[in-house]
């Protein structure tokens, strides 16, 4: 959708990515169809060399101000540099909604 392409693009300009995975999560929480909310995305980047994971998560959410303000309500975020990727490309399973469909 347009919030999923919005959200690729603009962590494609601020962080240039060696990979860059974006899902709409919004269906597992009992969103209706075509709303664009829940995200979960996976950005490997080498801007985030040397940086403390709360950094890392800080540069996502500064490239997805907009977003973040208006249409998304949960962002989960996996940040990692290339050789962290490369030694463990392991993303950990999303737990269950607990609202929403509940």
Same mark, same amino acid.
């Given at each position: 959708?347009?919030?999923?392409?919005?959200?690729?693009?603009?962590?494609?300009?601020? /962080?240039?990515?060696?990979?860059?995975?974006? /899902?709409?999560?919004?269906?597992?929480?009992?969103?209706?169809?075509?709303?664009?909310?829940?995200?979960?995305?996976?950005?490997?980047?080498?801007?985030?060399?040397?940086?403390?994971? /709360?950094?890392?998560?800080? /540069?996502?959410?500064?490239?997805?101000?907009?977003?973040?303000?208006?249409?998304?309500?949960?962002?989960?975020?996996?940040?990692?540099?290339?050789?962290?990727?490369?030694?463990?490309?392991?993303?950990?399973?999303?737990?269950?909604?607990?609202?929403?469909?509940?």
């Amino acid at each position: 959708g347009p919030v999923a392409s919005a959200i690729r693009a603009k962590l494609a300009a601020a /962080l240039e990515p060696t990979h860059l995975q974006v /899902l709409d999560e919004s269906w597992r929480h009992g969103a209706a169809p075509g709303v664009e909310s829940h995200f979960s995305v996976v950005v490997v980047s080498s801007r985030f060399a040397g940086m403390a994971l /709360l950094q890392r998560h800080r /540069l996502v959410h500064a490239a997805l101000q907009a977003e973040l303000a208006g249409p998304v309500h949960a962002l989960a975020i996996v940040a990692k540099t290339p050789q962290q990727w490369e030694n463990d490309p392991y993303v950990p399973p999303r737990p269950p909604c607990l609202g929403g469909s509940k």
